[in-house]
């Protein structure tokens, strides 16, 4: 911004204004009284115009309205003095500031709502879950926070898991979906076409991951899979149920981040996936993760299986 | 027209403004009471049982009028009105501007003189500057007097009764946005919010300041409406006037006026005494007439008194006083393209309004897609959208609706299929939407979504949205 501006613009401004002000009072005086020359036969009662043989009457206003100008010129003058109106060198008696105004009523706000929000926060996760007050809160945080890469359904999408089932690649313990949201997560499955030995047998590990879902997989592939699926069990384990350490998925169940079709988990092991949760820690407070996950862990948690419809305003 | 005597030449400074001068009007009270101040006491005591009644009626065990500014709602007796129903306030608004349209077209300022609150409360205030200080002689003298006890003692309690009757306006004007029983308790208890307190006292200000202090200037050098009302006005409009052909040469005295060569006119100069905005009416039509005929009242009288007979002041047309124009010839002429497209635009619009808010559905449903996932696959044959409902349940009893999607095969609805809502709420409902992945080729298509009250089968929308198939 100082690229642009120079204080020269304040006082320009400043001077500007004070000289309206200034230029309105005098104009005022100048302009409640008038010289008027009449000639004879005029009518004493009018201003001594007269257009087209119209002559105008003298309706002089009543005196407060006069008043009320200098009264909104003694209010310019204040206003001017308080708040900052004169060019941002002058910030004004009162200090006042939109930016002040704003952080003023979030704390007014945070006053009000703190002790509601650590009420929460000092239950225990599953008993706001279990409430469905701390859980309407909790949907309205997913909402504004979560929804975007979620779903509002939160069932996730392609890239991004689905919270209401019961797959948990990080795990679904309280203190695992807190730890997800607060400092995120970072899921990396290196592409393994190369150490795996070529195309053909990336397709033959697909089917074995295949098989061991009770997906439909070609079989003969899938023996001749089983064998080079020992690079993937560093991860994913030996009977491929995952593991949250590293946030591997369970290749057992029929749950799939990135789509559960031959080509869709050959695509998967030759290039590799990359799945970020970004930290939540200074976007939200740790009351409101609190609420979220508390939200979150209801989902899959018998006592909120389905979103709280929320009653909300128009 | 009386012209004063015209002066020499010469030059003088003059003020553009001037103190106003304190207007006395005669008040006709009694049997002086005529025709037109009835009619004009009649709409202040209608649209003030109206105004202060209004909020204490009860309709479904809510106040029966109340605009809840908080919750923005607006109830109307059986009738809740949602901020999109905006366009029904802008309907009203219409109306109320073109039947001000119609009248001032027909009847000149009839709304001024009779139904205008600041007319009202001028005239309520006035009664009871007549009841504490006296008619216009006595309050003359006393504001001539100096100040004495008794004075101030009348000019005291002159300003308590108005602004008494200025805050029971404050909070009765206040209880149409909050519960006017709730205003009333905390005014009681000296417990009232911030905001109520400012507008009860805003409001009662203005109400102490227009009718108790400024009065006529409201209409003389404020009111927009006064200003631009003359566009309305034709030869064929009704105003206030002053028979002069028959009236002149005004003179006083009961004998032998014809033989004195002198028209009705007794000159009593009741017409001006008893004018709020202190004109003669009989130097034509003036732009401070507000037209509330206390002239025409005031010359009745004095012509029964007189003897002579009654319309010398009257509601006449200026082409009716012109072509000497019977009544039956003057009314005739109220038909006329002005007010024909006044009417007619009226009317269509009252039908409009009228037929609009009886087939009003009290439901509304928004359908947002989620905007994050398009689609996303179920498993090897199935798609799934996501959307969310708004559902607006705006009648006042809970209702249990059920969803319906269809447009594409084997389309159905994979969420709750049925939902309640309280009465007047709404609800964000999320709705999931399945379908063969074989009846969904990769891009948009149309869908249509139904959302029906179960127990009212009429109650019923419907809400175009799309539904996206798997990219390749």
Not at chain 1, 153 to 175: I, K, Q, V, Y
Not at chain 1, 180 to 205: F, S, W
Not at chain 1, 255 to 277: F, P, Q
Not at chain 2, 123 to 140: P, Q, V
Request: glycine content about 10%; proline content about 5%; aromatic content about 10%.
């Amino acid at each position: 911004m100082s690229d642009f501006t120079s204080t020269f613009w304040d006082y320009y401004v400043g001077v500007i204004a004070a000289l309206s002000i200034l230029g309105c009072a005098v104009f005022l005086k100048l302009q409640s009284k008038r010289r008027v020359k009449t000639s004879a036969g005029d009518n004493p009662d009018t201003t001594g115009h007269a257009w087209d043989g119209i002559q105008e009457f003298h309706n002089p206003m009543p005196r407060w309205w006069i008043g009320l100008f200098y009264l909104s010129i003694v209010f310019a003058v204040v206003y001017l003095a308080l708040y900052p109106g004169l060019g941002s060198q002058y910030k004004g008696a009162l200090n006042w500031s939109s930016v002040g105004q704003f952080k003023a009523e979030m704390a007014a706000a945070d006053a009000q709502y703190q002790p509601l929000f650590d009420s929460f926060l000092k239950r225990d996760l599953a008993q706001v879950a279990a409430d469905p007050k701390g859980r309407l809160i909790g949907e309205r945080i997913f909402l504004n926070n979560c929804a975007q890469c979620h779903g509002s359904d939160a069932h996730g999408s392609r890239g991004f898991p689905n919270l209401t089932d019961e797959e948990w690649m990080w795990g679904g313990t309280p203190e695992a979906i807190e730890t997800t949201i607060t400092d995120g997560r970072e899921g990396v499955m290196p592409p393994l076409a190369d150490a795996l030995g070529g195309a053909e047998t990336v397709i033959d590990v697909a089917h074995y991951v295949l098989s061991l879902s009770g997906s439909a997989h070609d079989s003969v592939r899938a023996v001749r899979g089983q064998p080079k699926f020992a690079l993937c069990a560093a991860c994913h384990g030996p009977e491929g149920k995952g593991g949250t350490t590293v946030g591997a998925p369970d290749l057992t169940n029929k749950i799939w981040l990135y789509g559960g079709s031959v080509a869709t988990i050959v695509e998967t092991i030759t290039h590799g996936r990359h799945g970020v949760m970004p930290t939540h820690k200074g976007v939200l407070t740790p009351a409101e993760i609190h609420l979220v996950a508390a939200y979150v862990y209801s989902l899959s948690h018998g006592s909120g299986a389905a979103p709280v419809a929320s009653a909300t305003q128009p | 027209m009386t012209t004063p005597a015209a002066a020499p030449p010469h030059e003088y400074v003059e003020a553009l403004y001037a103190k106003r001068k304190e207007i006395y009007p005669r008040a006709q009270v009694g049997d002086r009471m005529g025709f037109f101040q009835r009619w004009r006491w009649a709409t202040v005591w209608l649209t003030q049982l109206v105004f202060y009644g209004g909020p204490w009626l009860t309709w479904n065990g809510r106040q029966a009028v109340l605009f809840d500014l908080g919750a923005r709602k607006f109830y109307i007796f059986g009738l809740v009105l949602w901020p999109q129903d905006v366009i029904y306030l802008t309907g009203m608004l219409v109306i109320a501007a073109l039947s001000l349209f119609l009248f001032t077209a027909v009847g000149g300022r009839l709304w001024c003189g009779y139904a205008c609150p600041q007319t009202v409360y001028t005239e309520i205030f006035m009664w009871i500057e007549r009841r504490i200080e006296g008619d216009r002689a006595k309050r003359m003298a006393l504001d001539r007097q100096p100040m004495s006890p008794r004075k101030f003692g009348l000019k005291a309690a002159k300003h308590a009764a108005w602004i008494a009757v200025g805050l029971w306006t404050g909070i009765t004007f206040v209880g149409y946005f909050t519960p006017v029983r709730q205003v009333g308790a905390d005014v009681a208890g000296f417990g009232i919010a911030n905001w109520e307190g400012f507008w009860i006292l805003f409001y009662g200000f203005a109400t102490y300041g227009n009718a108790g202090w400024l009065r006529e200037q409201v209409c003389l050098y404020m009111c927009p409406y006064a200003r631009f009302q003359s566009s309305m006005f034709d030869r064929d409009t009704l105003i206030v006037t002053y028979d002069g052909e028959r009236g002149e040469p005004r003179g006083t005295g009961g004998r032998d006026r014809a033989g004195r060569g002198l028209g009705d006119c007794v000159d009593c100069n009741i017409c001006v005494q008893v004018c709020p905005t202190d004109i003669d009416i009989r130097n034509g039509l003036q732009y401070q007439c507000i037209g509330c005929a206390a002239c025409i009242d005031g010359c009745n009288a004095v012509m029964d008194k007189a003897g002579l007979p009654r319309g010398l002041i009257r509601y006449a047309t200026t082409n009716a006083l012109q072509r000497h124009d019977t009544p039956r010839q003057m009314w005739a002429h109220v038909l006329r393209p002005r007010t024909m497209i006044y009417g007619g635009l009226l009317g269509a619009l009252v039908v409009a309004l009228g037929t609009a808010l009886v087939l009003r559905v009290p439901l509304k449903v928004d359908v947002i897609r989620d905007r994050g996932s398009l689609a996303r696959p179920i498993d090897e044959d199935r798609v799934e959208n996501v959307y969310r409902l708004q559902v607006m349940n705006t009648a006042e009893r809970r209702h249990v609706y059920a969803i319906r999607a269809s447009g594409l095969d084997g389309l159905v609805v994979d969420s709750a299929a049925s939902f309640e809502v309280g009465p007047a709420t709404s609800v964000q409902i999320p709705l999931r939407l399945r379908a063969p992945q074989s009846a969904v080729p990769p891009g948009s298509h149309r869908i249509l979504l139904e959302v029906q009250a179960q127990d009212e089968p009429g109650l019923v929308v419907r809400e175009k949205s799309v539904f996206f198939g798997l990219r390749e």
